[in-house]
């Protein structure tokens, strides 16, 4: 990706669906399968839900949030990625505007906004550390 069509970091930025919206938010974007439990329409105060960027089901429920699981998460979901024109939709906007790509997981660690985050800004895989 050439600087002239690199998305700034400061442009695309996480947020949990059960935290307040924020006029810095720019567009609000939800990426999950499922609606946030106990998060009405309004407080969610969303721009567009993509659920269709979201990692597929048997994914989601093979990783089931295990840190053991991440780094192999991390390289399957990117692969799922690479197959949906979505992604270049979401960096064309990233480029022009900020944008806040909204999740519902607990752990603000291991969840597929971070690896959707490092897509569009086009951030290599981290290698995997051996303890």
Do not use: C
Not at 47 to 52: I, P, S
Not at 98 to 126: C, F, M, Q, W
């Amino acid at each position: 990706m050439t600087a002239q069509h690199a998305v700034r970091a400061s442009n695309v930025r996480l947020k949990r669906a059960y935290e307040p919206h924020a006029p810095e938010d720019g567009m609000r974007i939800l990426i999950d399968r499922l609606w946030p439990r106990g998060v009405s329409k309004e407080e969610a105060k969303l721009d567009v839900w993509l659920k269709e960027i979201a990692p597929s089901a048997a994914l989601r429920t093979w990783f089931d949030h295990e840190p053991d699981r991440w780094a192999e998460f991390r390289r399957r979901y990117r692969d799922e990625l690479k197959h949906t024109p979505l992604v270049h939709e979401l960096r064309d906007q990233a480029r022009n505007r900020r944008i806040t790509l909204v999740y519902s997981a607990k752990d603000e660690a291991h969840n597929d906004a971070i690896v959707l985050r490092n897509v569009l800004l086009g951030r290599p895989i981290p290698l995997r550390r051996t303890p």
